[in-house]
């Protein structure tokens, strides 16, 4: 008994909300571990979709407890009005999530210079204008409000004047935007400890006395590996680690919690926002993804750019995560192709490489492959045995060329629509 990982292995978008769901029907506790608002995990039930930003995927399974861990970053209007809807449709939130007291908030002015930084540079990094970097920065200057914090008035008073004065400082000199009122943001945390004051708990000691009583314990991560502030296209990243680091620095668990480390990994690649993307398809291709995928970003509704499989930006999750195996998601996108592309390698000015390059990737030549693509649907598919033989050959050939095995095909959308091997 231990704890499964489930992690991004592209650029964020590869389907884990689904298959976070998919594995939560077997888990105790599903525990949130990074990110904030600025993800957008989808899960459908029976036809109908939900889309979290803040609350963990596992919530959906009505036996399952839920975490939001210390290494996210949390708005508190975000999750009440997550924490309602969800409510409307019958399930128990309130006796069901845990909120760590050391997550940090994003407070109104988070988002406002989120927005005057990214709206007045010339070079834009695509940020969702959701305030997660500048709520990450306070959290390394030591000037961030965190849960516990609201539960003290006036301990929290104190912090909120400490960082209100650096912020309308910075939002009135420089950007010319209007001050924060220390009076209004109060309110609106006093409101929001009516609201989840029973909910908020030391996490990293509540999941230690889980895991040694024997729970099955879910870590979920938002966006990828090559997302991830430290391992990704650096500075086109996230502002947190999605990888496996983040995972225990998140959580406070330990390494020798960990028995599994699953790679969601889409059949084609996606990115949202600006960056290097060297598989991108930017003629009909791309756009058939698009359309077929339904690729517009969950937060944003921004289309997302679209192109081919990359061998090795997964070899690069597979390095930086210690993979097991991966979570094969969307592969029913690619039916009715005739030749689909793969990446095997890298190029750059001519000369091959056998490594993702942590910086200047975007003067990478991917060399392609191409397979046979195939014509029938398979969203009824339920084992391997009975995709198409074109399509079987497919995963088989991601297979080889990674040395990870495909231990979940998802063909749709749907909870159903999974094929366990």
Not at 64 to 89: R, S
Not at 139 to 164: H, M, Q, S
Not at 252 to 273: P, Q, S
Not at 385 to 407: I, M, N, Q, R
């Amino acid at each position: 008994m231990g704890c499964k990982v489930l992690i991004g292995t592209q650029w964020g978008d590869e389907g884990k909300a689904k298959l976070i769901d998919f594995y939560s029907q077997d888990m105790d506790i599903v525990a949130r571990y990074q990110g904030g608002p600025n993800a957008g995990h989808t899960v459908v039930v029976n036809g109908k979709k939900y889309i979290f930003h803040l609350l963990p995927s596992g919530m959906l399974h009505k036996d399952t407890i839920c975490v939001i861990g210390n290494g996210v970053v949390l708005d508190p209007e975000q999750l009440i009005a997550e924490i309602t809807e969800v409510e409307k449709d019958g399930y128990d939130v309130r006796n069901r999530l845990k909120i760590s007291d050391s997550a940090h908030l994003i407070i109104p002015y988070h988002r406002a210079i989120d927005g005057a930084m990214e709206d007045a540079s010339d070079k834009k990094i695509g940020t969702t204008k959701k305030g997660i970097g500048p709520c990450y920065s306070d959290k390394c200057l030591r000037v961030g409000i965190r849960v516990g914090d609201i539960l003290d008035e006036n301990y929290l008073e104190a912090r909120l004047k400490e960082a209100l004065f650096g912020k309308n400082l910075q939002l009135k000199k420089i950007f010319l935007r209007p001050e924060f009122d220390l009076h209004g943001i109060k309110e609106m945390l006093a409101e929001f400890k009516k609201q989840i004051e029973g909910m908020v708990i030391n996490t990293q000691y509540y999941l230690h006395q889980e895991f040694d009583k024997g729970k099955m314990i879910l870590l979920e991560g938002a966006q990828g590996t090559a997302l991830d502030i430290d391992h990704g296209t650096y500075p086109f990243v996230t502002s947190s680690n999605p990888t496996i680091g983040g995972a225990l620095m998140g959580t406070g668990l330990n390494a020798f919690c960990i028995d599994e480390i699953i790679g969601i990994t889409k059949a084609y690649v996606t990115r949202v926002g600006e960056g290097p993307f060297p598989t991108e398809d930017k003629g009909e291709y791309g756009e058939l993804l698009r359309k077929r995928g339904v690729e517009f970003g969950s937060t944003t509704g921004r289309p997302r750019r679209c192109g081919w499989f990359d061998i090795e930006l997964l070899k690069h999750a597979k390095r930086i995560n210690g993979l097991s195996s991966i979570a094969l998601t969307k592969l029913d996108v690619l039916t009715g192709i005739p030749k689909i592309k793969v990446a095997t390698g890298y190029k750059i000015n001519g000369k091959k490489i056998d490594y993702f390059p942590s910086s200047r990737i975007d003067l990478v030549e991917p060399i392609y492959e191409e397979l046979e693509g195939w014509t029938e649907e398979i969203a009824d598919c339920n084992s391997f045995k009975k995709l198409p033989k074109k399509a079987k050959k497919y995963v088989e050939f991601l297979e080889e060329h990674t040395g990870l095995k495909a231990s979940i095909i998802s063909v749709g959308p749907d909870r159903g629509c999974t094929i366990v091997r």
